[in-house]
């Protein structure tokens, strides 16, 4: 047995721990293993990893002050485990092939000068919950009635208005409700004071003086964000708010673009909120609003005002003004690759691209539609400019010379945008709420909250994860526990890195009828990771295989599609031997992932697999007219000629068609 060690390296010290001399890839890739590992300290938890996996860690030591693990338990590979230990910790891991060491180093984080965080409320000291559902939303609000109805009838119309610029089908979509959790700023459960005396007095004790100075404030709204659901919460002013109106900030815009499944083109996520910054979203219209108006059919609706157009910076826009024509780079390339960040060729992509998405909402020919129609043809292929002629009726050159006119009268011209008739705004109760509404809305709310204090304030997780579990335990005194419960509950053991919690919440909600994607997806990963364990890691039977992808299949019937179970079922096939009508199931994940490399080269290993080398073939070549990524195509490249090497196995595995 090894010991271990502290070591000089360049005036810092390191901590190096090492339990055998010998360190395997394989254990940090891929095979599962039991872990019981508690949070704590950093130092001590990475050393009891390397005591229970019996490889090398190595860190700087000032690295590990003051920071805190997370709890993991359950069968996870190297890799796994050290991801949730270290997930939002400040701190990630890294496999060194050529010493066979773990590498311990800073995770880039944002640039943060003010810690900011989400308040929590202790139980009993907010006053009675009220709760609504409309339509896929669901509302907890400690607000006055008037306050909470009228920030419904705002997001609604704010829908209404998002739907001018990006129709419903081009965003992140999930049929689990999003959840909004509503708090008056005079509600002093709402401010974290407790935590921040709390994060005070532990950084004094790490720094050995109280006098810092703190900078910690509470933001009037988060967004949280979960792999198949959202959460916003709001902190509001219930007086100035009965005279103001709501608005969508730019970063969670990003969130709804860049989640959507399947991803959408970088010219358009980029140039849509590259535009935004001069986009007003009115939820009621030009009408100035007022409570008085009781009729909801009076209610004006959502519509959007786009200012004069900014091309780079002000000084460029001024010199358009002018009289200076800047070159515009080809459609061909505008709709293609987008050059590397940080450029002076990306800054002037960004600028075309919004001032493409710009005239297409304002001056093209065939309006929005155009543009719509255009995006969605991305979802199945790479469209060409006989695409791009079905759509706008015009050739590449002729909306290159129409976005080159259009460019002076954009940077003085307003427009406004409305659909042809204002929607009706949809019947809800406003009730008070049960135990079980508390439980689900906040509790799932709260769960979210972790991970992001983890990441800017990683001393106060404990103190959330309390929080988190309190409120969804609410409703269990009264024998309250929905299946929809029951799942929060094993997704919020998930979160914390215990699996072996997890999975009976997990498995009640299952039998409960819980719908959810992730549910279905976390048991199927628990179930898969337990059996690899329990098989020494060996080819698994048959039956436990179904099992785990009977689950997997659930997971497709609700949005959103999750990557993460496609890759997941990859793995399952790979594990045992699969028929031809699995690796279909399996490539039906190439429909919302289609250049996802892994999925692609997975789908394309087994279909060789099975004797069918066109099938393989095919799966490649389709990826490659998708991809363009100059080192995805390479990768996608190299596989496929050494899939050709290979040739076709002499057997076919059992099943194959």
């Known amino acids: 047995m090894g010991c271990g060690l502290i070591t000089k390296s360049m005036g810092r010290a390191w901590a190096a721990t090492t339990l055998f ?27 009891e990893f390397a005591v229970q996996t019996g490889l090398q860690v190595l860190f700087p030591t000032e ?11 359950g069968h996870y590979s190297v890799r796994e485990a050290l991801d949730r230990m270290l997930s939002d910790t400040g701190l990630s891991a890294n496999y060194n092939e050529n010493t066979g060491v773990i590498e311990i180093s800073r995770a880039p984080l944002r640039n943060e000068t003010v810690v900011r965080l989400p308040p929590y409320t202790v139980e009993g000291e907010t006053k009675a919950w009220r709760y609504a559902k409309m339509g896929n939303i669901e509302v907890l609000s400690a607000c006055m009635d008037d306050v909470t109805r009228r920030v419904i009838q705002q997001l609604f119309r704010l829908d209404e208005a998002l739907g001018q610029i990006i129709p419903p089908d081009l965003r992140f979509r999930s049929d689990t409700p999003d959840i909004y959790v509503l708090h008056s700023d005079a509600d002093k459960a709402a401010v974290p004071q407790e935590l921040i005396d709390r994060l005070k007095q532990q950084e004094g004790k790490v720094s050995g003086t109280n006098n810092l ?108 003004r002018k009289g200076h024509r800047p070159e515009l780079m080809p459609l061909s390339e505008l709709l293609g690759t987008p ?14 691209a919004a001032l493409f998405v710009r005239w297409a909402l304002d001056d093209a020919r065939k309006g929005p539609e155009a543009l719509w129609q255009l995006v969605r043809l991305t979802d199945t292929k790479q469209p060409t400019e006989a695409d791009f002629k079905a759509c706008f ?27 042809k008739q204002f929607a009706e705004m949809p019947d809800y109760n406003l009730r008070l709420a049960s135990e079980l509404d508390v439980s689900i809305v906040k509790g799932d709310l709260d769960r979210l909250k972790i991970g992001y204090v983890r990441r800017f304030s990683p001393k106060l997780t404990k103190r959330y994860i309390e929080q988190a579990k309190s409120t969804l335990r609410r409703a269990q005194g009264l024998g309250d526990v929905s299946a929809r419960l029951s799942g929060l509950m094993g ?31 976390e048991l199927a990963r628990i179930c898969f990771n337990a059996a690899r364990v329990r098989h020494n890691n060996e080819a698994l039977p048959d039956d436990e295989i179904r099992t785990v992808l009977d689950l997997l299949r659930n997971t497709r019937d609700e949005a959103p599609p999750l990557l993460k179970s496609y890759l997941l079922m990859a793995d399952v096939l790979s594990s045992g031997r699969p028929t031809a009508d699995e690796v279909r199931q399996l490539a039906g994940g190439l429909v919302p992932f289609p250049r996802e490399v892994r999925l692609i080269k997975a789908v394309a290993d087994l279909w060789q697999k099975q004797g069918q080398p066109d099938e393989a073939r095919q799966t490649i070549d389709h990826g490659l007219s998708l991809v363009s990524d100059p080192a995805d195509r390479a990768d996608l490249i190299d596989f496929r000629e050494a899939m050709a090497l290979a040739g076709v196995p002499d057997e076919q595995p059992a099943g194959a068609q």
């Open 213 to 320: 100075v703190w900078n910690i404030g509470i933001m009037n709204s988060y967004g949280f964000w979960d792999m198949d659901s959202r959460a916003i919460y709001f902190i509001l002013n219930e007086g100035a708010f009965m005279v103001g109106r709501l608005s969508i900030r730019g970063d969670y815009l990003r969130q709804l673009l860049v989640r959507r499944v399947p991803a959408m083109p970088a010219w358009f996520v980029e140039g849509v909120l590259e535009l935004y910054p001069t986009v007003s979203l009115e939820p009621y219209g030009a009408t100035t609003f007022a409570m008085e108006i009781k009729n909801r059919h009076k209610i004006p609706g959502g519509l959007v005002r786009v200012a004069p157009f900014v091309w780079e910076s002000t000084d460029a826009t001024l010199a358009i």
């Open 339 to 352: 050059p590397s960040t940080g450029t002076a060729a990306y800054r002037a992509w960004q600028a075309q």
């Open 393 to 419: 009726g015009l050739s590449y050159a002729d909306a290159q010379a129409d976005m080159r006119r259009y460019l002076p009268k954009a940077i003085r011209r307003e427009f406004e945008l409305k659909p």
């Open 491 to 521: 997704l919020c053991e998930c979160d914390v890195g215990d699996d072996l919690a997890a999975r009976a919440w997990l498995e009640q909600a299952v039998a409960g009828g819980d719908t959810r994607p992730r549910v279905y997806y």
């Open 21 to 47: 001399c010998l360190t395997a890839w394989v254990a940090w890739a891929g095979a599962a293993r039991q872990f019981e590992l508690e949070s704590g300290p950093a130092e001590a938890a990475l050393n």
């Open 63 to 73: 690295l590990t002050t003051g920071v805190e693990t997370n709890t993991v338990r």
